[in-house]
């Protein structure tokens, strides 16, 4: 069992490193954060179909944590509790919750479409906190006359649509490799 961790453990950390690698290829980024990557949340997601919602929500932290570290740019709080919801909903949440798509794969039987609608929720979800800091946050951002609502459903469904549909297929074919190569994931796996 040991051995397994080991192996599962340095999988995960492998995972971490390339998706920040890939978070750094941009495609298309926009002027206040946020762009269109080459697949950087796909090896989060990877993992939790692999070993399981455990081991997925712990690297998608762990990376969160880099995330903020390498990309943290400043945010316009004005206080200590604003601050902290740019940590949480930048950051901490907005990056974990993309360890969570096996579970939410599991609402489907098909192994193809329980891997893509995991996926595509776990990025929804990750939508859902950059919408919500974008209205708590940096609605300063919206032009005069448009609803902090909708700026924000606009500026961040702008690049994470795209971000959403690119990690569903890509998650899909690679799993479709490993699991020819052998490398299936865990029981664990949806």
């Known amino acids: 069992m040991k051995k397994n961790s080991t192996v599962t453990l340095v999988e995960c950390a492998l995972m971490i490193a390339l998706a920040t690698v890939l978070s750094m290829l ?71 919750v993309l360890g969570s798509a096996s579970f939410w794969g599991k609402l489907i039987r098909s192994r193809t479409a329980s891997i893509a609608f995991g996926a595509g929720v ?23 006359g448009t609803p902090v609502w909708l700026y924000s459903l606009v500026y961040n469904g702008s690049y994470m649509l795209p971000e959403l549909i690119i990690t569903s297929l890509a998650t899909v074919a690679l799993m479709k490799v490993l699991n020819r190569a052998g490398g299936q994931g865990s029981a664990h796996a949806a």
């Open 122 to 144: 776990a990025v929804f979800l990750r939508f859902i906190c950059s919408f919500l800091s974008g209205i708590l946050i940096w609605q300063e951002y919206a032009p005069e």
């Open 26 to 96: 941009k495609i298309f980024e926009l002027p206040q954060g946020g762009s269109i990557t080459l697949a950087s949340m796909v090896p989060l997601v990877l993992v939790s179909y692999r070993h399981g919602l455990k081991w997925g929500l712990g690297t998608a932290f762990v990376h969160s944590l880099l995330q903020m570290l390498l990309q943290f740019s400043a945010p316009p709080a004005k206080t200590l509790g604003a601050f902290a919801l740019v940590v949480l909903l930048d950051y901490v949440l907005a990056f974990t």
